[in-house]
C-alpha cells in the first residue's frame, strides 16, 4: 500500500512537470492543426490542381470537330481560321497558358498526324484532357458511321463491380485492401512515433535526475526500480492524454475535412472510388484495431523506455548515450523501413516473423491487424510482447539501480552485463 | 541504547573490497563523526544504512531491530552528491519529498513552510531551483534532510558550500535538534567540526575500521602524557631527570615573559610527582595537557596504516 502510495506520488510529480510544461500544449494543438492544414489542402488540391484555364486554339481541316470540343472548367478552345498555324505557335512564344491543337484530313478509322503545340511542356492534366475529348468525339464518329443510336451503346456498355471477398476465420467477408492499407500504415507510424517520442522523454528525464544529483535523496526513500517505474508510468500517461487530445481535435477537423470530401464524391460521379472508400469505413474492425494499437503501445513504450531508462542510468554523457541507444532503436527502424512492404504481403512470412519478435511487432502487428488475421497470431504475439516487457522492465531496473549511482564510469556493454548480477 | 549498529557488514565491487567486516554502535542523541580520507568506504557504508545499496554480508539494525524500508521513514539523508529538481518550485519541491517521505499532504504543507520560515527563505516557495544560488539550494537540501521530523539524520559534508553565516545556523540547528533526542551521523573532512559537534567518532581506511568511541576517550588514548607549564624561572631545568620526565621545549613567551617548557612524563608518572618536582625550580602559573586534536589523530592512524 506505502509503495503504491510512493509510485503514486513519482508518477504524479512526472505527469504534472511535463503536463505543465508550455511545450506540451504547443505540441497538442500543433499536431491536429498541422494535420487539418494537411487535409485542407488535399481537398483544395482535389478542387483545384492549381492549373490556369488553358486556352487552345484549334485549326481543323477535317472538320469533324468544329462545336464538338466543348469548353469546360481547364480548357477553353477557340476555332481559328485555316492556314494560320504558323503565326499562332509563333505567338507561342510570347503567350502563356496558351496551345495550338491542329487536325489534318483524318480518318475516323485512321486518326493519325494530330498535333498539339505548346509554350512549355504542356501539363500531363491539360494533354490529357484534350486526349481524352478528342478520343470521345471520334468515338462518337465511329459509332454513328455503324448506324448505332446512344441508346443502344448505353445498353451495351456493361457496369461490372468486382465484389471482392475475403476468407477468414470468421467466414467470408468483405475486402477492404485499400482502405486497411492506409489505417494500418497509419496505425504502425504512429506507433513508433509514440513509442520514440514518449521513450525519450524517460530517457531525458532520467539523465536529467542522474546529472542533477537529485536521485541518491529520491532512491534514499523508494527503490530505484520504484522511481525508474513511476517515471515511465507517468510519462505514458502524458503520452495517453496527450493522443486523447490529439484523437478528439483531429475526429472534429475530419468530421469537417470528411463532409467536404463527401460533398465532392456526390458531385463528381468519378469519385466513386472515394464514396466505396468512405462507406468502407464502417467495415473495418476499429474497436480491434484500437486495442491493438493501445496495447502495443504500451508494451512497446514499456520495452523501450525501460531499457532507454537503463541506458540514462548508466551513462554519463551524450555521446555515450547515443553509443547504446542506436543499436537499441535499429529493430524498430528496421520495423518502419519495412513497413510498406508489409503493406503489400501482410501475409509473408517476413511479415508474419516480424510481428512475432517484441522488437518490431509494435510496429508491425499493428500493421497487420487491420488486414485481419489469425487470433492465435495475435495472441501469440501478444504474449510474447508481455513477457518481453515484463522481463526488459526487470533487467532494466537492475541495471539502473547501480548505473544511477555511478559517476565518472565509462560504461562498457561487459559492465552493463556485471551489473545485472549485482547484490 | 543504540539507535544504530551496524554488524558486521561487507560490501565487494568486483574483486574491490569496499567494506570488511564493519562494526558500528551509535547511541542515541549522539552526534556521531564518520571520518575517513577519500575512497575509504564512508560512502558505500551510508548507502547500506540508507538502504540504497545491499551489503554482501553482515546486518544494520535500527533500534535493536533488523532495519527494514519502513524505518526509512525515521531517517534523514543528507548526501554528498546532491541536487534538486531545477525546474521545480522550492515549495512543491519540498513537499514532494515530504510525502515521499510518508508525510500527508495537509501536514506535510504545514511543516514545509515552518521549515522555510525558520531558515529564513519562506519568500523562495514560489521560485523555481534553478532561481537559486547554490547555498540557497544547499539549505533547501538541509531542509530536506530534516523537515520530516528524522529520529536519525546522516549528514555527509554538511558544510560544504555554505558561508559562515549558514555554517553557524546549521551548527546551532545540529545541536538543537540533538538536545530533543535526534542523533546525527556526521561524515566529514573538517576536523575543527569534528572537535566542535561531535561526541563519538569512527575512522575508517582502506574499506577497515581503524578506531570508534567516545571522541574524548578516543584523545585520552592518543594522548601522550605531554603537558605545558608556564611560569617565572630563572634557573636551567635539567632535559631529563631520569624517571620522571624528558623536556621537549623550553623557550620564552615574548609578549608575557613567562618560560614556557613542554615536559614528557614518563611511563606511569602523574603530574603531582612533576609539579613536585617543579615548585622548587620555578613559581608556577600554569599547567595544562597538550591533547592530540582529532586532525592529528586523524593522520596518525592513517599514516601508519600507508605505512605498513
Redesign the interface.
Known amino acids: 500500500m ?1 509503495i503504491m502510495n ?1 509510485i503514486g ?2 508518477i504524479g ?1 512526472e505527469y504534472m ?1 511535463r503536463v505543465r510544461k508550455r511545450t506540451f500544449w504547443i505540441l497538442t494543438f500543433l499536431i491536429p492543426v498541422l494535420y487539418g492544414l494537411m487535409i485542407g489542402f488535399s481537398v483544395l488540391m482535389t478542387k483545384n490542381p492549381g492549373i490556369k484555364l488553358q486556352e487552345v486554339n484549334v485549326i481543323d481541316y477535317s472538320e469533324l470537330f468544329k462545336d464538338k470540343l466543348s469548353d469546360n472548367d481547364d480548357i477553353n478552345y477557340v476555332f481559328m481560321e485555316k492556314g494560320t498555324e504558323q503565326g499562332l505557335i509563333k505567338m507561342l512564344e510570347t503567350a502563356e497558358n496558351q496551345h495550338v491543337l491542329v487536325f489534318p484530313v483524318l480518318d475516323v478509322n485512321k486518326p493519325e498526324g494530330i498535333k498539339l503545340y505548346s509554350t512549355k511542356q504542356a501539363a500531363t492534366v491539360t494533354s490529357d484532357k484534350i486526349k481524352a475529348d478528342i478520343k470521345n468525339i471520334i468515338k462518337d464518329e465511329r459509332i454513328k458511321a455503324l448506324g448505332l443510336t446512344q441508346e443502344v451503346i448505353a445498353q451495351l456498355e456493361p457496369d461490372i463491380k468486382l465484389d471482392i471477398k475475403k476468407i477468414s476465420e470468421e467466414g467470408i467477408e468483405d475486402d477492404n485492401t485499400l482502405l486497411s492499407g492506409i489505417v494500418a500504415g497509419i496505425a504502425g507510424f504512429l506507433n513508433y512515433i509514440f513509442v520514440f517520442i514518449y521513450g525519450s522523454l524517460v530517457l531525458r528525464g532520467v539523465h ?2 542522474k ?13 530505484p526500480f520504484e522511481l525508474m517505474l513511476g517515471k515511465i508510468i507517468g510519462v505514458a500517461l502524458v503520452g495517453l492524454t496527450q493522443f486523447i487530445m490529439w484523437i478528439g481535435i483531429i475526429a472534429i477537423i475530419s468530421t469537417a475535412g470528411i463532409a467536404d470530401l463527401s460533398m465532392i464524391a456526390g458531385n463528381n460521379t468519378g469519385s466513386s472510388e472515394l464514396s466505396s472508400i468512405l462507406s468502407g469505413l464502417s467495415n473495418i474492425n476499429f474497436p480491434l484495431i484500437i486495442a491493438t494499437f493501445i496495447f502495443y503501445f504500451i508494451g512497446g513504450y514499456f520495452l523501450y523506455s525501460s531499457l532507454f531508462a537503463a541506458v540514462a542510468a548508466s551513462v554519463d554523457n551524450q555521446t555515450d548515450m547515443q553509443q547504446f541507444i542506436v543499436p537499441l532503436s535499429i529493430p524498430l527502424i528496421i520495423a518502419i523501413i519495412s513497413i510498406q512492404g508489409i503493406l503489400q504481403a501482410p501475409n509473408s512470412d517476413l511479415a508474419v516473423w516480424m510481428s512475432m519478435i517484441p522488437f518490431t511487432s509494435p510496429v508491425i502487428m499493428v500493421a497487420r491487424v487491420s488486414f485481419g488475421i489469425p487470433y492465435s497470431q495475435l495472441i501469440i504475439s501478444m504474449i510474447l510482447m508481455a513477457a518481453t516487457f515484463i522481463f526488459a522492465t526487470w533487467i532494466a531496473g537492475k541495471i539502473y539501480r547501480v548505473g544511477i ?1 555511478m ?1 565518472g564510469v565509462k560504461v562498457t556493454y561487459k559492465q552493463l552485463w ?1 551489473w545485472i548480477f549485482y ?1 | 541504547m543504540n539507535i544504530l549498529e551496524v554488524r558486521g557488514v561487507y560490501k565487494s565491487y568486483e574483486n574491490n573490497r569496499v567494506l570488511n567486516n564493519i562494526f558500528l554502535s551509535v547511541p542515541q542523541q549522539a552526534i556521531y563523526g564518520l571520518l575517513g580520507p577519500n575512497g575509504a568506504g564512508k560512502t558505500t557504508l551510508i548507502r547500506i544504512i540508507n538502504k540504497i545499496i545491499m551489503c554482501d554480508e553482515g546486518e544494520v539494525l535500527f533500534k535493536g531491530q533488523p532495519m527494514t524500508r519502513n524505518d526509512l521513514h525515521k531517517l534523514g539523508y543528507l548526501p554528498e552528491e546532491r541536487g534538486l529538481y531545477n525546474k521545480m518550485k522550492v515549495g512543491e519541491h519540498l513537499l514532494y519529498l515530504a510525502q515521499l517521505k510518508g508525510m500527508k499532504s495537509h501536514v506535510a504543507r504545514q511543516v514545509v513552510k515552518k521549515h522555510l520560515k525558520e531558515f529564513e527563505c519562506i519568500d523562495w516557495y514560489n521560485k523555481k531551483i534553478e532561481q537559486l544560488s547554490k547555498g540557497m539550494q544547499q539549505k533547501i537540501q538541509f531542509i530536506i534532510a530534516i523537515m520530516h521530523a528524522p529520529e536519525f539524520i546522516i549528514l555527509d559534508e554538511p558544510f560544504s558550500g555554505f558561508d559562515p553565516v549558514n555554517t553557524e545556523m546549521i551548527k546551532n540547528k545540529i545541536l538543537d535538534l540533538k538536545k530533543n533526542g535526534v542523533t546525527f551521523m556526521l561524515s566529514t573532512h573538517r576536523m575543527e567540526s569534528v572537535e566542535e559537534l561531535c561526541n563519538y567518532v569512527t575512522l575508517i581506511n582502506k574499506s577497515k575500521k581503524m578506531i570508534d568511541g567516545e571522541k574524548n576517550k578516543i584523545k585520552e588514548q592518543f594522548s601522550k602524557n605531554i603537558y605545558e607549564v608556564k611560569g617565572h624561572c630563572t634557573r636551567t631545568l635539567p632535559e631529563t631527570v631520569n624517571g620522571l620526565y624528558s623536556l621537549i621545549e623550553n623557550e620564552v613567551e615574548e609578549d608575557t615573559d613567562l618560560k614556557r617548557l613542554v615536559f614528557k612524563l614518563d611511563h606511569g608518572k602523574k603530574t603531582n610527582e612533576l609539579l613536585q618536582f617543579l615548585v622548587n625550580e620555578m613559581e608556577v602559573v600554569s599547567m595544562r595537557e597538550i591533547v592530540p586534536d582529532m586532525n592529528d589523530i586523524f593522520i596518525s592512524l592513517v599514516n601508519n596504516v600507508d605505512n605498513e
Do not use: A, F, G, W
Open positions: 506505502l510512493k506520488y513519482i510529480r512537470v536529467e535526475e546529472q542533477s544529483r537529485i536521485v541518491e535523496i529520491i532512491i534514499s526513500t523508494v527503490r549511482l559517476t556485471k547484490k
